[in-house]
């Protein structure tokens, strides 16, 4: 089951729908964060404007999808972009183990690839990111799953539904 946005005079309602993807929200009815367009979310989890999803269970901090943008500033490789990331992660983060990059397909993309970062918080508690890199020209898309790593099982099937439904907006010509 997944939720469909709808933008109403009080802005962004979710209402639940199946799981038929043609009773999700069209292009025109599909909510945004940029180039990304969001036409529903899993079951269970709530839409945050300008960020992205997010899923609270009881005594457990938060799951949370951010969505964000960037521009590649040189050349139209996304390794490079990637790489760069991978370096600020190595000084942002004390011992992280990453995994990746991986390609993906990701429809709409140039191309797309799969990162994969274990950390420890401040509070001394494993988190794991999930990120998706997807490049269309020079727009580079990144959708980052964050949660504990206690959560990842039960968070990633959603997590993967949604990377499916979520589509890119196509360049203007």
């Known amino acids: 089951m997944a939720t469909a946005l709808k933008l109403g005079k009080d802005g962004w309602t979710a209402s639940d729908m199946g799981a038929n993807p043609g009773q999700f929200a069209g292009h025109s009815s599909a909510a945004r964060i940029g180039r990304w367009i969001i036409p ?18 009881e005594g457990v901090v938060p799951s949370n999808v951010y969505l964000r943008e960037d521009r590649l500033l040189a050349g139209n490789q996304l390794n490079l972009y990637i790489q760069a990331q991978i370096t600020i992660m190595k000084r942002t983060f004390l011992d992280p183990v990453i995994a990746g990059p991986a390609p993906l397909t990701f429809s709409g993309a140039a191309e797309a690839a799969l990162l994969m970062l274990k950390h420890q918080s401040m509070h001394q508690v494993t988190v794991f990111q999930v990120q998706h890199y997807v490049r269309s020209g020079n727009w580079i898309g990144i959708a980052t799953l964050t949660t504990l790593e206690s959560e990842l099982l039960k968070v990633r099937a959603d997590f993967d539904q949604f990377m499916k439904l979520l589509q890119i907006e196509p360049e203007p010509v």
């Open 40 to 57: 529903a979310i899993p079951f269970g989890w709530t839409w945050i404007p300008d960020f992205g999803i997010q899923k609270r269970a």
